[in-house]
């Protein structure tokens, strides 16, 4: 949009009297973030009215992506930058004497999410409407996101996140769009003379859904999504019924809090209750505008798709059906088949544990309806199946087993399309963990590389390399990621090195401030920054790199005037509050920490932070001034990960295993520009295959494995109590379930090169040049581009086209 200064100091000032009656300047920095933030919501009302209004008049095929998480992180930057006039704000603020910083750093990041699913899911917003394509998100409003984490004594503590206490200014609640999700109750079909059957329900719990609506604002174009969070409410038609006030609290108690484990599935009522809410409510709510536009209905799969974010909204393809059969009286066979072409399904993962599977008595008492068509697709699945592929592969793929429904079965025999997140992540999917689907249907598997937004991940969160590529190579690459290649051509010039080494240093510099402020830790900021940021999980083996920190700080030990890199590890992880190993992991590397960073003979060589409570603005501010990228999860175990596009983006150097999408990174920014390590999943496979790894004889034979082992036993570390020896038995007598004692000495060695390679610095600059110029294909515009053109069938809008990115698949 075109503002001017004065134009937006006037609209401001205006703004925020309306809102309070008195005048900005004496305003607290909450209330000056609120107007400002609902003075830019005045000027997206416009466009993104006319945005609903070119959709329906287009009637363009709209996809909905079905997401249990997002996490959108801070929106009033992000939104102003897209809508082009981030620097006319920030100078007007200027002018009225507001520090845009201040003002930024008031909003509160919404984390409805756990990790890289739910970022992913707001990549993709951002990269759909930056394309011009009609897609919306679909969630829970949680009122409690993802905890808040601090450190007592090193040990994780979780905190409620109340991320609604002073407002969310960038939603609307849209009461005339709510819908009644039922659950419970008594559910039978009879025939109406008609040749329908008609259910009939009795006793049933009655709850208002009631949406919430987030504009998702498209990259210098006219497109604005929608993300719709659903909230659970009291029908008022009900409310007499329920007088007091606890039984009103346990309705609103299901879109409460989120869950907040993403590895360890657990067969909560609550949960089951949260899942069917977000997806019939969303359901419902699609369908009923689709009515209201005259769309016949078996136009359906022609004018919507519906995207499952992992097994969590699987319940889609039974709500569909029902409304379907039970609303719109298809038969059977039509509705079977408008599902399937509507559904397509992602899957994220591969752990065992994290496999949703519910209970069937569970599933029958609070969904009855929904229990009923489950077991009718599983009938038909079945009698469809047995002639054709016979007994054993029929009842592999069976979706009802063992008193049991699942999910992902659900998820796969009601779409068309089913994805992994990288491309070894689809392999095994095929070959392995939906192998016996795979034979059935393979035509519905496919490989979606993730990618991630750069406007968040770099051009906002990195301004100053921003600005040095686009003094380079111009502004083509903003728009049409592919170009960033361009930059390649710049490895040799001494000035451009040079730059950027300028640059990283810079960011180096805010964020040691940004520590000392927040941590009292005074860093230097010439040390190797090495980064890992994920949720903390034994497959990810954060173990691993305190493995090695120790094994540093033992060298330095037995010699203080040891040569050595000095290094700073930097750590952002949560535990699930459930998973003990999980947080005893967090308690070892905060007492290493600790043991580290006040240790005088250490100094500068060796720092440790671990910043407390990471999450997506945490991020923004430590992966600019990253220079190493720890991707060491066991090879097979992580599906495709997303820190490491971001981390490689804005320049560090991935150290990784040839895991999930690391492989497609190597490929992209060659193994010489990298340092890879580890085992690869072939050789995991033979391991597992033949059960002869001892870990035990590692720790036996390896007598710097044996040191470091050894320190977590014997009051090496202070302050620390059971946690060292439980870390030191998993790995040594419970036999590693994770390969950290094989993969030690290569991960040592990897580390090795790397500190090698820093000390000479052009050659590390130049390497971290080519990361950057080699990240283009990571964007999420193209992984978008091919969901968009393979799985959704849906196009570009002409109009809304304009000034929308002139697109080259990078090759
Ligand atoms: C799983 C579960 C399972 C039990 C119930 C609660 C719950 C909640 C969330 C999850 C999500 C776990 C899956 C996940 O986040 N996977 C990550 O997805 C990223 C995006 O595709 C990918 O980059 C990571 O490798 C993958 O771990």
Redesign the pocket.
């Known amino acids: 949009m075109t503002l001017t200064v004065k134009q937006f100091k006037r609209d401001y000032k205006k703004t925020f009297e309306n809102i309070y009656a008195f005048d900005f300047k004496d305003g607290s920095i909450e209330q000056q973030y609120f107007a400002l933030g609902h003075l830019v919501r005045n000027y997206l009302a416009d466009e993104w009215s006319q945005s609903r209004h070119h959709y329906i008049e287009s009637k363009a095929k709209q996809v909905f992506y079905f997401s249990?998480?997002f996490l959108p992180g801070r929106q009033l930057k992000s939104n102003l930058y897209n809508m082009d006039i981030l620097e006319t704000v920030k100078e007007g603020l200027k002018g009225l004497e507001i520090e845009f910083e201040e003002v930024e750093n008031a909003e509160v990041d919404p984390a409805l999410g756990?990790?890289?699913?739910?970022?992913?899911a707001s990549c993709f917003m951002d990269s759909l409407a930056s394309l011009g394509l009609p897609g919306h998100g679909n969630g829970i409003r949680y009122r409690y996101g993802l905890f808040r984490q601090k450190f007592v004594d090193g040990y994780q503590v979780e905190l409620p996140e109340n991320w609604l206490r002073n407002g969310n200014v960038w939603e609307i609640r849209n009461m005339n769009s709510a819908v009644t999700v039922r659950f419970g109750g008594n559910v039978w079909v009879e025939p109406d003379g008609n040749g329908n059957f008609i259910p009939f329900y009795e006793n049933t719990e009655n709850i208002l859904a009631v949406p919430y609506d987030t504009p998702m604002v498209g990259y210098k174009n006219i497109t604005i999504n929608n993300m719709r969070l659903w909230s659970a409410e009291v029908p008022p038609e009900e409310e007499e019924q329920y007088q007091t006030i606890e039984s009103a609290e346990k309705i609103k108690g299901i879109t409460e809090v989120l869950?907040p484990?993403?590895?360890?599935?657990?067969g909560r009522l609550l949960?089951l209750k949260q899942e069917y809410f977000m997806v019939s409510a969303g359901v419902q709510s699609i369908i009923q505008q689709f009515y209201k536009y005259n769309i016949p209905r078996h136009q359906l799969p022609e004018k919507i798709a519906i995207h499952i974010n992992?097994t969590?909204p699987a319940l889609v393809v039974p709500e569909l059906m029902r409304i379907l059969l039970d609303e719109e009286h298809l038969s059977w066979e039509k509705a079977w088949e408008i599902t399937k072409k509507t559904c397509s399904y992602?899957n994220?993962?591969i752990l065992k544990e994290?496999?949703?599977k519910w209970p069937v008595d569970m599933v029958k008492s609070l969904l009855p309806r929904m229990y009923q068509i489950i077991e009718a697709i599983n009938q038909h699945h079945i009698e469809k199946k047995l002639p054709l592929y016979g007994e054993r592969l029929t009842y592999a793929t069976s979706i009802i087993k063992d008193g049991q429904i699942n999910m992902a079965h659900l998820a796969v025999i009601g779409s068309h399309s089913v994805n992994g997140?990288?491309q070894l992540?689809t392999n095994i999917l095929k070959n392995d963990v939906l192998h016996d689907f795979y034979e059935m249907y393979p035509y519905k598997f496919n490989n979606k590389t993730?990618g991630i937004t750069q406007r968040r991940w770099l051009h906002i969160a990195n301004p100053d390399l921003t600005k040095l590529i686009t003094k380079q190579i111009g502004e083509e690459w903003k728009t049409n990621p592919a170009e960033l290649k361009v930059f390649k051509g710049f490895e040799t010039s001494e000035e451009v090195l040079e730059e950027l080494a300028q640059v990283k240093l810079k960011n180096k510099e805010h964020l040691a401030e940004y520590i000392k402020e927040n941590l009292g830790l005074e860093i230097n900021p010439n040390a190797l920054f090495d980064v890992q940021i994920k949720?903390l999980h034994a497959y990810k083996r954060q173990h691993l790199n305190a493995l090695h920190i120790l094994d540093r700080y033992l060298r330095i030990k037995e010699n203080p005037a040891i040569d050595i890199q000095p290094r700073v590890f930097i750590f952002g992880a949560k535990a699930a509050p459930s998973y003990l190993y999980a947080k005893q992991i967090i308690k070892l590397i905060n007492s290493i920490a600790d043991m580290v960073n006040n240790d005088p003979e250490v100094g500068d060589k060796l720092k440790v932070v671990f910043f407390e409570n990471y999450g997506v603005s945490l991020a923004e501010k430590i992966i600019p001034a990253a220079e190493i990228s720890e991707q060491i999860s066991l090879a097979g175990k992580?599906?495709?990960?997303?820190s490491n596009m971001k981390l490689m983006l804005n320049g560090a150097l991935t150290l990784a295993t040839l895991d999930?999408?690391n492989i497609e990174i190597r490929d992209y920014v060659g193994e010489e520009n990298m340092f890879i390590f580890g085992l690869n999943i072939d050789e995991v496979s033979e391991f597992y295959k033949k059960g002869n790894y001892s870990s035990k004889k590692l720790y036996e034979k390896n007598k710097r494995l044996k040191r470091v082992l050894d320190s977590l036993i014997d009051g090496t570390i202070p302050g620390l109590y059971e946690e060292g020896r439980v870390v030191f038995d998993s790995l040594v007598h419970y036999n590693d379930e994770y390969f950290v004692l094989k993969d030690f000495d290569s991960y040592v060695k990897a580390h090795e090169k790397a500190d090698e390679l820093y000390s000479n610095k052009k050659k590390w600059n130049q390497k971290s040049l080519i990361n950057i110029a080699s990240s283009g294909p990571f964007s999420a515009d193209y992984t978008i581009k091919r969901y968009s053109e393979e799985i959704w069938k849906t196009n570009p809008q002409k109009k809304l086209n304009e000034g929308v990115h002139s697109f080259d698949e990078p090759i």
Request: hydrophobic fraction near 25%.
């Open positions: 249990m998480e756990n990790g890289g699913l739910g970022r992913l869950y484990d993403d590895s360890n599935y657990e949960r992992d969590h992602t994220h993962t994290a496999m949703e997140v990288a992540h993730n949720r992580e599906a495709s990960g997303t999930g999408a």
